[in-house]
Each structure stands twice: as C-alpha cells, then as structure tokens.
C-alpha cells in the first residue's frame, strides 16, 4: 500500500487530529459569513491578541497534564501587569522586568510547594490564591490604574507593540515559548515525568519519578508564563487596570482542555493547546465580524466550544454516539 | 460639709456627662456603604474624598464602609447601619435590584437613604430620599454633541460613520450612556450613521480586540463613541497599531489617559467626571437631606463637555 492511505491510516490521523478538523470546519464557516475573516491582518491581528492567553496556557498545560489546576493564572498576570508598569517608572524597564519576573515566579513556587511538597488540594490552592494575589495587587497599587508616563520614550513598547521582519513580537515570543515548552514537554525525561505524574502519581512514585518536585516544576513554568504573558500585556496596552486578567484563568484552562488535555491529567500536547487558543481566538474575533448580538455571543461562544469537543471525542471513538448508550 | 462636697461633684459629672452626650447628638451620624473601592481609581478616589470632607466638617461623622462588590455583604452592612442607628444611609449599589429589600427596611426603620453614583432600579425609588450622581443619559447625549460638532467643523457631518464601544452588558451606566448617545446623535447629526455596537467591557485590552475587529471589517470609521476613556484608549492604541489616522475618538469618565492623548491631540473629547465632586455631592445630599431641605429626587451634580479645545479649564484626573 505505498503511497496510499488505508482505511485505518485515515481513521487513526481522524482520532489524532479531531479538534485540528474542527478548527477548520470553523474557519471555513466564519469566512462563509465574512470574506475578510481571512484577511491577513485580520489573522495576524487574532494571532497577536491571542498571544497573551497563549503564553499563559502554555504553562497551564503542564500543571494539567500533572494532573493538577492552575485557577490563579488570571489574577497572577493582572499582579504581573501592574508591577512591571510600576517598577518601570521607578527603576527602568531594565531592572523593572526582572524584578516583576522574580516576584511572579516567587508566587509560582509558593504555589508549587503548596501543591507539590505540602500535597494540598490545587483547586482549593490556587481558587485561594485567585483572589488572595488580587487583594496582593490592589494593596500594592492601592487600586489605581498605573500608567507609564512618557509612553514616547521608551524601549519597553517592543514587546507588545513591535515587529520582528514583519512579525509581531507578541507571535514571535508565543512562537518560540511554544517551540520551548513543546521540546521540553515532547522530548526530554522531564517531560516523561510530568506525563508519568499526572497518567498516575503513584506508580510514578514507585518509579522513583521525585513527584513532589516535578509538580513544583510545573507551577514554576505556569508562573514564568505568566509573567512573559503580563510583560506582553503591560507593553501591549502601556498602562492597566487591576483586572486585566480577571476571568482568563477560565479561558485558559477552556484553551487547555478544548486542546484535548485531560482535567485528570496524563494526556494533553503544547500543539494541540495552540489549537485550543486559537479556536477561541477566531471564535471571539468571527463573531465580531459576523456583528452577531453580543448577548448571544456568550450562548453562541458556548455552543461552538461544546461541538469542538464534542468532534474531538467523536473522532477519537470513530462514531458521533456514544457505544455505551 | 463631705456629703455636699460628693454631691456636688456627681452633679457636675453628671451635668458634664449629659454636656458631652449632647454634643455628641449635634453632629450627624452618616453610614455609607460603596460599591468596589479599590478595584478602580475612581472608586479608590472617591473613597478618599468622601473620607477627607467627612474629616473636614465638623458637624459630621461618618461610618463608611465598603461591600467589595459583593450584594450579600452590602445588604449585611445596611442591616448593621440600622443597628448603630445612624440618622442617614448613602448606598452605592452594588446591584441595583438586590438591595431594595434592605433599602426598603431601613427606610421602615426612619432613617433616610441616598443613593450614590448608579441609582437603583425603579421599583425601590420609593423607599429612597434622594439620588446623587452623574446623569448618564446627559453624559451620553454630550458625548454625541462633542462627536456631531467636530464633524460639522471637520466638514463631513453628512458621510460619517461611527463605531461605539460601550460598557460592561446589564451596567445600568453602560446602558444609559449608550441610550443618551443613541438618541441623541440622530437629532444633532441624522446623516451620520452608527455602524455597529459591541461592549467593551469597562476594560482596556477587551476594547482594543474589538476595535482591531472593526477596522478590519469597516474602511470607513470616521468616530469612535466608548463609554468611559479607559475603553477609548484601548480603541484609540488598535487604531494607531493599524496606522488607521484621522479618527475622531469621544469618550466619557474623562480618565488621566484619556486627557494625555487629548493633549497629544490624538483623543477629541469626553465628559469630565470628577469622584471628588461625585463624593462631595453625596455628602452634601446626606446634610441637606437631614437639615430638612427640599431637593428634587434626582440630584445630579454636573459633569461638563472636555475637549481639546477646552481642556486647559480642567485640570489632569487624578486616576
């Protein structure tokens, strides 16, 4: 059969690649309604505001496939956000950046050593630290909105705002993060582990797999994804409420599992997270271009995200029902 | 003799005491419990206004709290300003709808309540002694004045099209800025056509998203209607990221933001807001509301047009 493809070789490449077929069935769909959905700068627009949320599910994705949650993500960027846009007027965008990226990835190992050392339950741990970094960023700003003063004169405008040989830098640093975390995931005995942690913890244990440390990892990760993400964010918009990231923890976990990682842990890729962004993404920016009601939006957002998992699954098990009725 | 000297003593104790009590019942006792602080500058600020003109009359004090945004913990600290028995309660609702039941007992309980900021819905009005705030409607019928003037003067009041970005869906602000504009534009300009609507949230990264949307899906915006500066911005930065010139952006809340890209001259215009005035009013309202004064049920204390042109009469928003 060289040079051709079985029945199975389609079915196996259908089981693997189901989210990947419903992301085109609704790019296909969203550029029916409207031709410019295709439109170069409209793709690379999307692209560019959905580097944020992707750099934060990068993360995310290894403390899911560890077999834990990471809920405090959007408060933690918010945190981020508002320190390096601070500190930057104070001590300069050159020392600014690395205090905020110590102080986030402080959080993230506070974070790690709850979960991993002390093994105390990650939803309860980071649903508490959602709200406990909010209250830490409105005491550190004292609940104003920080702003850079002279936007003009400063280099700190080239993370979010600049363009490497015509690609935005915001894709280019999701880009290569991705490329990162995907080799570090894909590739190395670390990534085995977290897999081998996450699949189940204790014949992992039994292994001789350090759990405990490979968990603390993992939140490490979440929070210097973060981190890179509020460097974006900050840099992107040169000024920022305490909010910014308020709800998109749930954004990323929806990218994370609608990428076919399981909320169980053991199962998930850094490629098939950027489909998840991505579908959100185009789902958000096609629905603006359709100019749909935007109180149907929230339903219809719902709506697409069920059918893609639904696909997903259904491509998996080769049948749309259910075999167990 | 002793015995007259201890009696004489009590009784000027007593006196003294009743004296101090007396003094006390002189000032008035205000509760007020806010919507947020904290999770705006604005709110923060008003805060500190309404603090710092409490500190500044003597005739007042104040118990103030703040309900985090959280109805059930407001409706728990009207409850407990009834308890202390303060002679009038100021409300920044944190839900219109859901405070009614205890604005409703602590107007059974005599005591005076003034709402702040955003009023609550209609069926509680009843229960309320007066509202003091911004008029929204007006804010947004300003709004489309600044926008249909600078067309006129910019010659194409007959072509124009214009893109609104409006607040956070079901904010009763949002929706009466939008409802001000909506109206009003037509009236002042009829050729001008709004294209399309989309909320932004109150937040700045959402409403720059929704610009880059409507640039790539419209060749032609002419103005830019948010409601609130912060959200004006956001579209304002889409803009110049798509080298898109010669916008008109309006606003309303003039932010600090907002006023350094007027001064730029990259921003047109807003409505100036200030939660010094906003907190002060409130105040005022309370006093007068317990001097026996007559005001009208809507209080609105004035939030004037800020342009470009206009701009050096106010000074820079502290948020």
Known sequence: MAGGFTKSDIGGLLAKQGILIAFVIFMIGFTVANERFLAPENIMGVVRSSAILGVMALGVTFVVISGNLDL?????????????????????????????????????????????????????VTLGMLSAIHGLTLTYSGGKNMDIANKGETWFAVFGQGSFLGIPVPILIFGLLAALLGMVLGKTPFGRKVYAVGGNGVAATFSGIPRAR???????????????????????????????????????????????ASLLGGSGTIFKTIIGVLILGFIQNGLLLVGLQFYAQYVVTWVIIILAVWLDIAAKRGRLLSPIA | MKLRNILVATTAIAAASIAGSAAAADKMKIGITQNNVG?????????????????????????VLDAGGDVARQIAQIEDLIQ?????????????????????????AGIPVIVTNSNIAEAGFEFVKSFSGPDNITQGSRSAEIMCDKFKEMGIETTAQVVQISGQPGYTTAIERQKGFDDRLPEVCPDVTIVETQ?????????????????VKYDKIDGVY??????????????????????????????????????????????????????????????????????????????????????????????
């Open chain 1, 214 to 260: 490979v968990v603390f990892t993992c939140y490490l990760l979440s929070s210097l994804c973060v981190a890179t993400a509020g460097l974006i964010q900050a840099s992107r918009s040169m000024g920022s409420q305490n909010t910014v990231g308020q709800g998109l923890e749930l954004e990323v976990l929806a990218a994370v599992i609608l990428g076919g």
């Open chain 1, 72 to 124: 405090s993500v959007g408060s933690m960027m918010s945190f981020s956000t508002i320190v390096v846009l601070d500190l930057h007027d104070k001590i300069g965008p050159e020392l600014a950046i690395p205090a905020m990226f110590a102080m986030t990835l402080c959080l993230g190992a506070f974070i790690g050593f709850l979960v991993g050392y002390l093994k105390l339950n990650s939803l309860i």
């Open chain 2, 39 to 63: 999770v705006d500058s604005y709110q923060t600020t008003y805060d500190k206004s309404f603090k710092e003109a409490v500190e500044a009359n003597d005739n007042v004090e104040a118990v």
């Open chain 2, 84 to 108: 202390q028995q303060v002679q009038a309660i100021i409300i920044w609702p944190t839900n219109g709808e859901a405070v009614i039941p205890a604005v409703r007992k602590a107007h059974k």
């Open chain 2, 199 to 215: 909320p932004g949230d109150w937040n700045r990264e959402k409403s720059q998203k929704v610009m880059e949307a409507f640039l």
């Open chain 2, 226 to 319: 948010s409601g609130d500066d912060n959200m004006g911005v956001g579209a304002l930065n889409a803009a110049k990221a798509a080298g898109r010139d010669g916008i008109i952006f309006v606003g309303a809340t003039n932010f600090a933001v907002g006023y350094e890209a007027m001064e730029k001259g990259e921003y047109w215009g807003s409505i100036y807001q200030s939660p010094v005035d906003d907190a002060k009013a409130a105040l005022k309202t309370a006093i007068d509301v317990l001097e026996g004064k007559e005001l009208p049920f809507l209080n609105y204390f004035d939030t004037p047009k800020i342009t470009q042109d206009n701009m050096s009469d106010f000074t820079k928003p502290v948020f």
